[in-house]
């Protein structure tokens, strides 16, 4: 059995059965119950339980009920529910807290869990840090078997499928949670501008947790809905994370069906890619842009908060509607804190993760394609058009494994910032360094993987190879 990794603000990732096991699994559960009593105050907090759609998310969920209940919670269980649901669930619903159980854009031997606070938000540093604390003191505590447990006995069941365009009068119980998020992007849209345009949309829900919700929103929306991979049973039909290399089969089917554009969605439906007319992927970093576009072309003025790996477009974007943009860490949460905090109407992380508080404080697939679709209504565009009006820049990344590098990153820093000297310097997540021609680099290592990674960005191919190249000389890196 390998070595259990470290809970981080992403959550915990494993392959289920080796880096993720039943006692880790047991543990967290345990853990997250002890933090929320904590934060709540209360000795009987309820907490939201959905998963992604993977296979292994049932056996997972029959695994942590219990310890949540063993510890006091009552337990919603809201079966299939993509992550932004979850958080919007959470806040609407006024919960205590919830776990999502998945791996996000992971291969499908994976799967894990994320916490949610009282808050709405995911777990941040500090409190990632309370829970992986919790997790040390508790685990060696006598539970009892898994057996023993038993079919969890207050866990509320939502449909089994959770699919938002059923009957579900016989089981009233427990709200129709995606229903009522795809209500609430709804009465923040225009809707009668999308209805107008008649949109026919090839969307691939790679049979994960946005099966649940896209049918419902596309028919309230008006459009017209060509599905791929839409049966909600974790059998990912490729590989799930959403680049352009894994997405020739929505590619082609915008091509063959006559779609006006399509859409990819990652398994549990916070990032979102956007294929054009002609069938082709284009860059994740355009759903973030398309979002703050819309936004701020109607509300100039108002800040923006993107994290230091995305792209300078959206930035730029922000200074034409004379908007100021405020840089972050990498990870979705500290994205979040910087939009609280900065009073941003828009915000996000150029992996195709568009924040819009308005309807939720997390990233959100449905509410970025509600966004793109709104902007293409109102302008009367195509995805090729739309794109034409936003500035144009050339990204470039790159990784390094840390094993065998002799040179502490501090050191590795310093020599950048010296061979570099005409930027404008951010350490507040590794290295930043912006240049007066509007390029940048960012170089910092990975919060999942033993690697350094470097992004960087240029108004012209050669210029960011060229920086690469400078990059890599100077560290000495093959």
């Known amino acids: 059995m390998q070595e259990k990794k470290k809970l981080n603000v992403s ?25 929320t009593k904590e934060i709540t105050g209360k000795e009987k907090p309820t907490i939201l339980v959905g998963r992604d759609g993977r296979a292994s998310g049932s056996e997972i969920k ?13 337990v919603v269980y809201g079966d299939v529910m993509p992550t932004p649901t979850v958080l919007f669930a959470v806040r609407k619903h006024g919960y205590d807290g919830a776990i999502i159980i998945t791996a996000s854009h992971n291969p499908i031997e994976y799967n894990g869990l994320k916490f949610v606070n009282n808050k709405a938000l995911f777990t941040i ?16 505590s006598a539970f009892g078997s898994i057996a023993q447990a038993g079919e969890p006995s207050i866990a509320i069941r939502q449909q089994a499928d959770m699919r938002a365009d059923k009957n579900t009068a016989s089981r009233a119980e427990t709200p129709n949670f995606s229903k009522e998020h795809a209500d609430k992007i709804i009465t923040n849209i225009n809707v009668s501008a999308i209805r107008a345009k008649k949109f026919k949309v090839a969307v691939d829900m790679i049979n994960a947790s946005a099966c649940v919700m896209d049918p419902y929103l596309f028919e309230q ?25 894994n997405l020739t089969g929505i590619a082609e089917l915008v091509k063959t069906s006559g779609a006006d554009l399509g859409f990819a969605h990652d398994p549990d439906a916070d990032r979102l890619l956007i294929i054009n007319e002609l069938g082709e992927v284009i ?9 703050i576009e819309n936004i701020l072309s109607k509300n100039s003025g108002k ?55 308005a309807i939720n404080t997390c990233r959100d697939s449905f509410t970025s394609l509600a966004l793109v679709l709104e902007i293409l209504a109102e302008r009367n ?10 500035p144009k820049y050339f990204m470039k990344k790159d990784k390094w494994s840390l094993a065998g590098l002799n040179t502490p990153l501090s050191e590795m820093y310093e020599k950048l910032k010296s061979e570099f000297n005409d930027t404008i310097i951010d350490e507040q997540d590794g290295l930043r360094l912006d240049f007066p021609d509007s390029s940048w680099i960012h170089i910092r290592p990975s919060n999942t993987e033993p690697i350094i990674r470097i992004f960087g960005e240029a ?16 560290l000495g890196l093959q």
């Open 381 to 390: 565009q195509t995805v090729s058009e739309c794109v034409a009006t936003l």
């Open 62 to 74: 029959e695994i942590i009920i219990p310890e949540l209940e063993k510890i006091g919670a009552s």
């Open 11 to 35: 959550g915990y990732r494993g392959v289920w059965g080796q880096t993720l096991t039943e006692e880790i699994a047991r543990g967290y559960a345990r853990a997250f119950a002890l933090f």
């Open 459 to 474: 108004k012209a191919q050669e210029q960011i190879d060229k920086l690469f190249k400078q990059t890599k000389l100077t």
């Open 125 to 140: 540093e500090d409190e990632v840090s309370k829970i992986e604390s919790y997790y040390e003191s508790a685990r060696s």
């Open 221 to 245: 929306l008006g459009v017209e809905l060509i599905p791929l991979n839409n049966t909600p049973n974790g059998q990912f039909a490729h590989t799930p994370e959403p680049l352009k290399q």
């Open 283 to 291: 860059s994740e970093e355009y759903t973030v842009a398309f979002g």
């Open 303 to 357: 800040n923006i908060v993107i994290n230091l790996s995305t792209s300078q477009m959206s930035a730029d974007i922000g200074k034409k509607y004379s908007s100021k943009t405020f840089r972050t860490k990498i990870g979705e949460g500290y994205v979040v804190d910087g939009i609280l905090a900065h009073d941003a109407i828009i915000g996000g992380e150029g992996n195709g993760g568009c924040i819009y508080p």
